[in-house]
């Protein structure tokens, strides 16, 4: 597999340094990509660079994720517009670990192979460095002209900012071109990958391994994603969307592609999943044939949502996807786990009752009309029920008779009423 043109169909390249592919066609290549541990997970907008890591294993070479401890400490200027908060050690190591555990999904950290993947902290080499040795031995091999002619330099700057450029900031450049330095002269490694916005910092560090070490080292970055209506990839009225399933259930993670414009995700098919250029190119086909079957979405929601979940969580999030289309029954809602459950009915009317009165029971027409108002009346109650349009928990209300007790709740506190094909109620009993 040659792993630029690879690239080159996915639509993942953006700039490429010259002579990147005939080093790459010439020996196998160790290649790096950064990734901040301000948290303790990936979010999507990571995927990019780890598939990019991804495709560079399966082509033969070697990927390494190296985290920025040190660099996480300052603050990438870039596509910023004011510093970020610094974090203390204790807590990059503990996102450093969690990370590790994520990356092992597209990764494999354990061959005996010579490409075996491999990740490395920067602050584990940059601790120890004196500020006098850093401007000693590295500033001086770089010009402040050369620093100020970077676009996130130029940017911050400008009149686009009101904050300023701190000299933290300033010396971020540096320190990446640093690391890659040192991973070259420690690793053997040659090729700096990222998004587009990191073609400055990845430039100086090509630029320092030059007039440092005679030698010659490469940069590769792919197009920032975007979405066709102009918005954020990535980014939810909630926020971004996690990997990890406490932060983002595998539901909602699920959702996000299913969710995807068409345009999307014939992109997102190409940069998130590993499917060839044949499968890709018959996959869009039979989706333009019946665009209304979301074929293209659902694919790629089922692909990208195991790789990350497992294939027991993609089947639990197709499920509850189910639900609110009338597919699903009383059985499969009782197995939602809570963060599902209310990750499926997010933005329905809720109620409150008392978790006591259900311990008694409650009428079904006292419960949706007078305890809650999912109901306007106990008339209307009548009439739904006769009419065969209540359910409760999924199933059909067939008498007004009915009492509602603790034995119906879902996760020992939840009801969920359903008025017709597509109104719902969840009741809420603490």
């Known amino acids: ?13 953006h700039d490429i340094m010259p002579g990147t592919e005939e080093q790459l066609e010439k020996e196998m290549t160790s290649a790096y990509v950064g990734i901040d541990p301000t948290a303790d997970s990936l979010h999507i907008g990571h995927l990019v660079g780890v598939m990019m890591l991804r495709h560079f294993q399966a082509a033969g070479h070697q990927p390494i994720v190296l985290l920025g401890g040190a660099t996480g400490m300052i603050g990438d200027p870039s596509m910023k517009s004011q510093e970020r908060n610094l974090l203390d050690e204790e807590t990059l190591r503990h996102n450093q670990a969690c990370l590790k555990e994520q990356l092992a999904s597209f990764l494999d950290f354990e061959t005996n192979e010579p490409n075996k ?5 920067n602050y584990d080499w940059m601790k120890e460095f004196s500020f006098l040795e850093f401007i000693r031995d590295i500033g001086k091999h770089v010009t402040v002209n050369y620093m100020m002619s970077k676009d996130s330099v130029k940017k911050r700057l400008g009149s686009e900012s009101r904050e300023g450029l701190s000299f933290t900031e300033f010396t971020y450049q540096l320190v990446q071109g640093y690391d890659f330095l040192h991973l070259y002269n420690q690793k053997g490694c ?4 990222g998004g587009s916005d990191q073609w400055g910092n990845i430039t100086t560090g090509t630029e320092l391994i030059r007039r440092k070490t005679g030698g010659e080292a490469f940069a590769l970055t792919c197009p920032l994603i975007t979405k066709a209506d102009g918005g954020k990839f990535g980014k939810t009225e909630s926020g971004n969307v996690w990997l990890d399933p406490e932060r983002t259930s595998p539901y909602a993670f699920y959702q996000f592609w299913l969710n995807t414009s068409d345009t999307d995700a014939e992109k997102y098919i190409k940069i998130f999943t590993l499917l060839s250029k044949e499968e890709v190119e018959a996959l869009v086909a039979e989706h333009q044939e019946a665009p209304h079957m979301r074929k293209l979405q659902k694919r790629l ?7 990350v979940h497992g294939k ?12 609110l289309f009338g597919k699903a029954v009383t059985n499969t809602l009782r197995k939602l786990d809570e963060k599902t459950l209310l990750a499926v009915f997010d933005g329905v009317p809720t109620f409150n009752i008392s978790k006591n009165e ?10 949706v009309a ?8 106990k008339g209307e109650a009548r009439r739904t029920i006769k009419g065969g349009g209540l359910g409760l928990n999924k199933e059909k209300v067939t008498s007004d008779d009915l009492v509602v007790t603790t034995d119906d709740l879902l996760n020992e506190k939840y009801l969920l009423i359903q008025k017709g094909k597509k109104n719902y109620f969840l009741i809420i009993a603490e």
């Open 370 to 377: 007078e305890k809650t108002q999912a109901l306007p009346s």
């Open 190 to 193: 040659k090729l700096q990958m």
């Open 312 to 323: 027991e969580a993609l089947e639990t999030a197709i499920e509850a996807s189910q639900i």
């Open 1 to 13: 597999m040659n792993f630029v043109e690879e690239l080159k169909w996915r639509g993942m390249i």
């Open 301 to 307: 929601a089922e692909i990208v949502t195991e790789l």
């Open 117 to 121: 993947a491999l990740m490395v902290n």
């Open 358 to 367: 259900l311990t008694a029971g409650i009428g079904i027409m006292d419960l």
